[in-house]
């Protein structure tokens, strides 16, 4: 605490002793939360999960909430519209937790994920789970670059099939060009890949790229985005061939905290 905060705590202190303390005068701000709730909701062009789409080229709104506690555990549930064949689920709810550790520039994730899909046909059943690890490393305040691997034994609900998918990732904040206060612009961009066992599904690599812009809680995201799967591939994987050609998306999302709120 600064000696100018310490000084004026000491008159408060002294000033109480000589007159009685007035309901109203003093508005102490909000004790510290042992934990944050973050929460936020997106309208995308498309729900696209690794350059698959998962709504058949149609709109998506997505929602989550997580709850943040001090020691870096967190929990939440995440979900988004979903629409492809096959099985016909019309939803996915995602069930996630874990820890994350923030060692000066690095930060380390790793966590649990299991993918709940309702209305499913009768006999079809897609849930499954994941762990997942994540680790990013901030080269600057304008620079964070990253990497991921995500495994399951229960790929698409079929157990003793594994799955993998893993990815590098970077983000690289732009100057202002100009813009309007408060209006911030970046650019970012995937590279990954998928192997699934026993040619359960074909392995294939993906990518995205795009620019956002970013005006307090919201965010506008332009991106472009594809993978190396053919059309009877993109159908032995999704169940249509036309869900996995290159495609440019846009969303716009809101995220925001108990703590921002208070």
């Given at each position: 605490?600064?000696?100018?905060?310490?000084?004026?705590?000491?008159?408060?202190?002294?000033?109480?002793?000589?007159?009685?303390?007035?309901?109203?005068?003093?508005?102490?701000?909000?004790?510290?939360?042992?934990?944050?709730?973050l929460?936020?909701?997106?309208?995308?062009?498309?729900?696209?999960?690794?350059?698959?789409?998962?709504?058949?080229?149609?709109?998506?709104?997505?929602?989550?909430?997580?709850?943040?506690?001090?020691?870096?555990?967190?929990?939440?549930?995440?979900?988004?519209?979903?629409?492809?064949?096959?099985?016909?689920?019309?939803?996915?709810?995602?069930?996630?937790?874990?820890?994350?550790?923030?060692?000066g520039?690095?930060?380390?994730?790793?966590?649990?994920?299991?993918?709940?899909?309702?209305?499913?046909?009768?006999?079809?059943?897609?849930?499954?789970?994941?762990?997942?690890?994540?680790?990013?490393?901030?080269?600057?305040?304008?620079?964070?670059?990253?990497?991921?691997v995500?495994?399951t034994?229960?790929?698409?609900?079929?157990?003793?099939?594994?799955?993998?998918?893993?990815?590098?990732?970077?983000?690289?904040?732009?100057?202002?060009?100009?813009?309007?206060?408060?209006?911030?612009?970046?650019?970012?961009?995937?590279?990954?890949?998928?192997?699934?066992?026993?040619?359960?599904?074909p392995?294939?690599?993906?990518?995205?790229?795009?620019?956002?812009?970013?005006?307090?809680?919201?965010?506008?995201?332009?991106?472009?985005?594809?993978?190396?799967?053919?059309?009877?591939?993109?159908?032995?994987?999704?169940?249509?061939?036309?869900?996995?050609?290159?495609?440019?998306?846009?969303?716009?999302?809101?995220?925001?905290?108990?703590?921002?709120?208070?």
């Amino acid at each position: 605490m600064s000696s100018i905060k310490l000084s004026l705590l000491a008159g408060a202190f002294a000033m109480s002793a000589a007159m009685p303390a007035l309901a109203g005068e003093f508005d102490p701000a909000p004790a510290p939360l042992a934990f944050d709730i973050l929460f936020g909701t997106k309208i995308a062009s498309e729900y696209n999960l690794r350059s698959v789409s998962q709504t058949r080229g149609r709109p998506a709104i997505q929602s989550y909430a997580e709850v943040n506690f001090s020691n870096g555990i967190y929990a939440g549930i995440w979900t988004s519209n979903v629409d492809f064949q096959g099985t016909n689920p019309y939803a996915e709810f995602d069930y996630y937790g874990g820890v994350r550790h923030s060692f000066g520039k690095l930060s380390l994730d790793g966590g649990y994920v299991y993918m709940d899909y309702l209305g499913e046909d009768p006999g079809h059943q897609l849930d499954f789970w994941k762990i997942y690890g994540i680790a990013k490393y901030a080269f600057s305040e304008d620079l964070t670059i990253g990497a991921n691997v995500y495994w399951t034994s229960s790929f698409i609900g079929y157990n003793g099939i594994d799955g993998t998918h893993s990815s590098v990732f970077g983000r690289l904040a732009l100057p202002d060009f100009g813009l309007p206060r408060d209006i911030g612009t970046y650019v970012s961009a995937e590279l990954g890949r998928q192997w699934v066992s026993d040619d359960f599904a074909p392995d294939y690599t993906f990518w995205n790229a795009g620019v956002g812009f970013t005006y307090k809680s919201m965010t506008l995201d332009l991106r472009y985005t594809g993978a190396d799967l053919s059309g009877s591939e993109c159908a032995a994987f999704i169940g249509q061939r036309g869900s996995c050609g290159d495609r440019y998306m846009m969303s716009l999302s809101f995220d925001t905290s108990l703590s921002k709120l208070r």
